[in-house]
Structure formats: C-alpha cells, structure tokens
C-alpha cells in the first residue's frame, strides 16, 4: 500500500519564491517526517512532526499537520538554487509490535537561479 | 562519524545468482530497514526489523531476505535475482519511540543493482 502522496509531481519557481508541497494518508500515524534526495543519494531527513503537533519550523522550512483531513504540507520560504530536490514525505504505520514506513512518490522541486 | 553502510555500492549480477547486500549502523539503533527505489515509485519498504531477532514484511518482500543476529547489522539477501529486482536499494535505521512510532530514518548511501 502506498499511503503518502505528495503534489505536486513536480514544482518548478524562481529563486527568492516560495515553495509549497502536500502530502495526503490514509491511517492514523504516530509520526509523519519530511525527507530530502538529491539525484540518486541518500535521503536526508528535514522534519519529523507528531501527531499531537499541528506546525513546526526550522530554519526556512515549515510543516503542517492535520489530522483530521490526513494531510501535512511542507513550506520552503526563499528558495534557493540549492534547494533543487526530491522532496518525500514518509508516515508510520502501525503493526503488531512494530511499525512499517511508508513512503510518498515525491515532489521533485527545480528552483531555477 | 554516525552513519548507515551499505556494501556493495554498485552490482551487476546475472539472474539466479545468489546475493547479499550488507548494512551496517553505529548509532545503537533498534530500527533497520530496506527499501528499493524505483523511477516515479518513491521508496517501497522491503522488510523491517524492530530489534534483534525480530524482523517482519513491508510492501514488497518477495523475493528477499533479512536477518538481525546483530544490532547493527541488518543484511539484504536476494536468493535467486531476477530483473525485476534491478532497483537502488537503501538501507536505513533510527531508534524506536516507546509509543511505537519512527524517529528520524539514517539512511545508507544506496547499491545500485543491475540483474541481467
């Protein structure tokens, strides 16, 4: 089962503009995280938000969570070149005595300079 | 240095030909993982572990096994490869919440592999 998935597939901005990608569920979670790729690397986490969290920053970056509507939102402020990415949002989901991860397809960001 | 190893980093193999990819953490983790990652399918959970000796299934395990004697290894074995199991695969790991749910994902460099 696929239960992340983020739009847009793909987002393309300027430099200096904002960039805004979503990401629906399907199951309750206990955690959802935001993640980074660069072409074909590993990925680097950005963001983890509980579900009892409704927003949280860091740095440039802003999520949001709602529970009621299953979704979250990741906002880059001020983009950058540097910022071009695969952007994958990755949710838990309960099992007995554990817990699967559960990827999103991505949004892969271009900000052109 | 913490971090997640993964070897080989890139393979090419021939189908039927017995394969292990090897994962290695030290950050004392109980969580490991593997996922492949195919163009426009995001990463797909192989199998998990939650600690040592306990494994179980994530979305596509045909086709592969793990094991966990250790806590910081977690090894990918391919028994008998075939060309659909031509992916990136990632290895990743991260402690586990007493509530059950992810923390922050490590994740390995990649293996790149090719079965013809």
């Known amino acids: 089962s696929q239960q992340g998935e983020e739009d847009p597939q793909a987002l393309s901005i300027q430099e200096g503009e904002n960039a805004t990608m979503n990401c629906s569920y399907k199951?309750?979670?206990?955690?959802l995280q935001w993640y980074r790729q660069n072409s074909g690397r590993g990925l680097v986490h950005l963001i983890l938000?509980?579900?009892?969290?409704r927003e949280k920053h860091s740095g440039r970056l802003r999520v949001t969570l709602d529970t009621s509507k299953k979704s979250s939102s990741l906002l880059i402020t001020a983009s950058r070149a540097a910022d071009t990415a695969s952007y994958f949002c990755?949710?838990?989901?309960?099992?007995?005595?554990?817990?699967?991860?559960?990827f999103g397809a991505g949004t892969r960001l271009f900000v052109k300079a | 240095e913490a971090q997640v190893t993964q070897n080989p980093r890139y393979l090419i193999t021939v189908t039927g030909k017995k394969l292990t990819v090897t994962c290695s953490q030290n950050?004392?983790?109980?969580?490991m993982s593997w996922y492949r990652q195919d163009p426009g399918l995001g990463l797909r959970q192989i199998y998990y572990?939650?600690?040592?000796?306990?494994?179980d299934k994530g979305d596509v395990p045909e086709g592969y096994k793990v094991s966990r004697k250790e806590k910081r290894n977690f090894p990918l074995i391919l028994e008998s490869p075939s060309p659909n199991q031509t992916s990136l695969y990632f290895c990743?790991?991260?402690?586990?919440?007493?509530?059950?749910?992810?923390?922050?994902?490590?994740f390995g460099p990649g293996t790149r592999l090719l079965v013809l």
């Open positions: 990743a790991s991260s402690f586990s919440t007493s509530t059950g749910g992810g923390e922050t994902q490590y």
């Open positions: 199951t309750s979670i206990n955690n």
């Open positions: 938000i509980r579900s009892n969290e």
């Open positions: 990755a949710t838990d989901e309960s099992n007995t005595g554990g817990f699967k991860t559960i």
């Open positions: 950050m004392n983790h109980e969580y």
């Open positions: 572990s939650m600690n040592v000796e306990v494994t």
